[in-house]
């Protein structure tokens, strides 16, 4: 009898799990409710729709000039502190950003049409 019991409340619970996975994942019945609020226009494209591959290239290529200002304003601060060969580093540290940039280009990330 226990069994049966047991077997009866494993169903009961497997039951339950799918009915809530079921109605976690199902697609809204009603899309009018799922519509941008208040902006009065319809979407024309799904919000997860893909970019083309340059806008990726040219996100990297931004990062790229986006870390080095984030490494030249301490560096701007303390140069005077740390004398020529601070210069000097900065100045090889351009030049291996400047090569990305060249390769970058050489790849094409810099044509937008």
């Known amino acids: 009898?226990?069994?049966?019991?047991?077997?009866?409340a494993l169903v009961c619970l497997a039951l339950l799990t799918l009915t809530a996975l079921h109605r976690a994942l199902?697609?809204?019945?009603a899309?009018?409710?799922?519509?941008p609020q208040a902006s009065?226009?319809?979407?024309?494209?799904?919000?997860?729709s893909r970019f083309h591959a340059r806008w990726y290239a040219a996100s990297v290529v931004f990062l790229a000039f986006d870390v080095e200002m984030l490494f030249m304003y301490p560096w701007a601060v303390v140069v005077e502190d740390l004398g020529p060969g601070a210069v000097v580093e900065m100045f090889g540290f351009l030049a291996?950003?400047?090569?990305?940039?060249?390769?970058?280009?050489r790849e094409g990330a810099f044509r937008w049409a």
């Open 96 to 105: 291996v950003l400047l090569a990305a940039v060249a390769w970058a280009r």
């Open 26 to 29: 199902v697609v809204d019945p």
């Open 40 to 48: 009065g226009r319809v979407p024309q494209q799904h919000a997860l």
């Open 31 to 35: 899309p009018l409710l799922v519509l």
């Open 1 to 8: 009898m226990l069994q049966l019991l047991t077997l009866v």
